[in-house]
């Protein structure tokens, strides 16, 4: 991809029995299989039933959760993590997450993924009934209006209701667009909106001396951590659903899910969860996400051949399986032209548009041997501000390139997006004013370019500016 937008986080839950099961430690890996979709901030905060600790700080999982750090905070049941980049919210460390505040009826956490559409309206509520922000991001908003909400009806009805009725409440007031876990003394709640914008998923933990053995319940963005924590992939939250996991006194747990009552008709997850941010090995809707990315590949290599091409090639890594299935679907043979540097961060993940560019001369480092003298036909999931993909041509003949096409394996991005996907303004869009293909080829310094798209079902506002709900800007 032309990585240069950016997703907002990755959130993660997990319980357990203990002793058998180190709550940290599934936690600290759960956000390394994360890590793709945050790269700012980490933290996690543990329960043992009736204290919470936590870590949080700026940087990746492993520079944040130091083994002094982990050893601080263990002895958990029960807790939540997450991985940041900040769409909403500065990017400082009064805004890492999870964040938590103390209520009548104990601490609550909370960890959040998503961008909220009516954000101006919920906080202009909450400051006009005394509630108190310390922060600048929208997650905080959420957990003040749930501990506010229940406090309100404790008050009112001289009696308290569960937080299931307080989420739907939740719901009520903002239909999109997140993902959040929540935590309680008591245990942790999943929930994901009624449009489903923003993906969750359910796993069993399963005993690792015995795979039949359940031990455990965990909450994630997606299924890609569940192999490297003995995890099963159960299925996916529903849009709508509130699942609920509390932890019995004897160590076992009760599992309860709910469903909103007034979802919409149609749900509308966001499109580059499959385009971009989700890992290849996840599973979406019952498919892996490799798959789609591989038929997508397919697709374009019918739509859009080019049959001048000596080899097929891509920008790694998201665009791989694209760029297989085009070679697949076109016999003609693919062969990497950029090798990338692991160790420096997704340029779509950085906070600024200037980090993204210098980041994108420490990624990628050509192999010129497989690039002298080839008419290239270069795959990309998508093209947004530009700023990997020109440089890269450029190279690219610099190194001798005959020819270089370009194929792209979903739209143009053309609108703004404001359910959590850093595109703030229509024009920093490398595609904004261009009229057609052979403008956007001029644009690129490419012999030729060609776009496919996607299906509807999904939310594709950035490429149609049409949003599934009225948006209070």
């Known amino acids: 991809m032309d990585k240069e937008i950016n997703e907002a986080c990755g959130i993660f839950g997990a319980i357990a029995k203990e002793p058998e099961i180190n709550i940290t430690e599934v936690i600290y890996h759960g956000l390394i299989g994360l890590q793709h979709r945050g790269q700012e901030s980490a933290g996690m905060i543990v329960c043992d039933g009736v204290t919470m600790k936590g870590i949080k700080g700026m940087g990746l999982v492993n520079h944040v959760m130091t083994e002094k750090k982990m050893h601080q905070v263990s002895g958990g049941k029960f807790g939540i993590g997450h991985t940041r980049y900040s769409t909403q919210g500065s990017s400082s460390l009064s805004n890492c997450q999870p964040i938590s505040t103390d209520t009548a009826y104990g601490t609550i ?13 919920l906080k202009n509520q909450a400051l006009s009934q005394g509630t108190q922000l310390s922060t600048d991001s929208d997650s905080e908003i ?16 001289n009696k308290s209701i569960d937080w299931v009725t307080v989420i739907q409440e939740f719901m009520d007031q903002c239909l999109m667009a997140y993902s959040f876990v929540m935590m309680t003394q008591d245990g942790i709640y999943g929930v994901r909106d009624p449009y489903g914008n ?37 299925r996916e939250i529903r849009p709508g659903e509130i699942v609920s996991i509390q932890l019995n ?9 709910y469903i909103y009552h007034h979802r919409p008709k149609k749900a509308a997850l966001c499109i580059f969860e499959y385009i971009y941010f989700s890992r290849s090995d996840t ?22 051949p080019a049959d001048v091409a000596d080899i097929v090639s891509c920008i790694p890594n998201s665009s791989v399986p694209a760029a297989l299935g085009f070679s697949s679907q076109s016999g003609i043979p693919y062969v990497p032209v950029l090798t990338r540097n692991i160790y420096v961060g997704r340029t779509f993940i950085q906070p600024s548009n200037k980090t993204r560019r210098s980041s994108v001369k420490r990624k990628f480092g050509l192999l010129t041997e497989n690039i002298f003298d080839k008419k290239i036909v270069l795959i990309d999931d ?6 990997t993909i020109v440089p890269i041509i450029k190279a690219l003949k610099a190194s001798g390139a005959k020819e270089v ?7 143009p991005v053309r609108f703004p997006c404001f359910m959590g996907i850093d595109i703030p303004t229509q024009n920093e869009l490398f595609t904004d004013q261009l009229g057609n293909l052979t403008e956007l080829a001029e644009r690129l310094n490419a012999d030729r370019a060609r776009c496919d798209g996607y299906n509807g079902g999904y939310c594709s506002a950035c490429f149609t500016g049409e949003y599934p709900v009225d948006l209070e800007w």
Not at 142 to 157: E, P, T, V, Y
Not at 203 to 228: A, K, Q, R, Y
Request: net charge positive; with cysteine.
């Open 109 to 121: 956490a909370l960890a959040h993924n998503g961008q909220l559409v009516n954000k101006d309206r």
């Open 142 to 157: 959420i957990l003040k209006m749930l501990a506010a909400a229940k406090a309100k009806n404790h008050q009112s009805n």
């Open 198 to 234: 923003r993906p969750l998923c359910i796993g069993i933990l399963n005993s690792e001396s015995d795979s039949n053995t359940t031990v455990g319940w965990i909450i994630s963005s997606e299924s890609s951590p569940f192999l490297s924590i003995s995890t099963k992939f159960w």
């Open 249 to 257: 006194q004897d160590g076992s747990q009760n599992f309860a899910s």
């Open 283 to 304: 599973i979406l809707e019952n498919q892996m996400v490799y798959s789609v990315r591989y038929r997508c590949g397919q697709i374009l290599a019918t739509k859009a």
């Open 382 to 387: 998508s093209i947004v501000r530009g700023n």
């Open 405 to 411: 096409h370009i194929r792209v394996a979903s739209p």
